[in-house]
T-cell receptor, first 110, second 109 residues
């Protein structure tokens, strides 16, 4: 356990489903991130929250909707996804220069 | 050209060999991370470097700020070292990470 907990670890969803990914950290970090890792590609930054405020949205389609209710929790709400959205979704948190990563959610869209 | 370049992309070696993975970058950084990703996904931070050299067990990481280059070494490699090793630099402008493409390492018994 790294200190950043992601649930679920695996998720299979249909294109018409709505689901949410959850990330939780109690490290006292002030920034949280969602990354997407597709097969054989570098990690892509999706969203950044600093002190619960979204500071970065890297042209992510609106079918991905982040929510950061407090500095310890981060959600990624998913709806009407496409098969090409199948990937590993990683959450991370940071304080200054140090980053901690979750174990990821392996998402398959069918 | 990518801002963070890793080499080699793939590396297969025999157990016991000395392994070197390289990372070059072109942006101003405040730190460089070496991370390990096993099949199944989870990423583990191995080192964070701002200068010099760090050692943890059989792993050694070095960085040359002037040359914008870092290396990760594994001594007495073991099959359990098989993983993807990723270099990521922390930009000095906004503390966000720029990722290398990773080096897939396979250690054969």
């Amino acid at each position: 356990e790294t200190g950043v907990t992601q649930t679920p670890r695996h998720l299979v969803m249909g294109m018409t489903n709505k689901k949410s990914l959850k990330c939780e950290q109690h490290l006292g970090h002030n920034a949280m991130y969602w990354y997407k890792q597709s097969a054989k590609k570098p990690l892509e930054l999706m969203f950044v929250y600093n002190f619960k405020e979204q500071t970065e949205n890297n042209s992510v389609p609106s079918r991905f909707s982040p929510e950061c209710p407090n500095s310890s929790h981060l959600f990624l709400h998913l709806h009407t996804l496409q098969p090409e959205d199948s990937a590993l979704y990683l959450c991370a948190s940071s304080q200054d220069k140090g980053y901690t990563f979750g174990s990821g959610t392996r998402l398959t869209v069918v | 050209k990518n801002e963070v370049e890793q080499s080699p992309q793939n590396l297969t070696a025999q157990e016991g060999e000395f392994i070197t993975i390289n990372c070059s970058y072109s942006v101003g950084i405040s730190a460089l991370h070496w991370l390990q990703q096993h099949p199944g996904g989870g990423i583990v931070s191995l080192f964070m470097l701002s200068s010099g050299k760090k050692k943890h067990g059989r792993l050694i990481a070095t960085i040359n700020i002037q040359e914008k280059h870092s290396s990760l070494h594994i001594t007495a490699s073991h099959p359990r070292d098989s993983a993807v090793y990723i270099c990521a630099v922390l930009m000095d402008s906004n503390y966000q990470l720029i990722w290398g493409a990773g080096t897939k390492l396979i250690i054969k018994p």
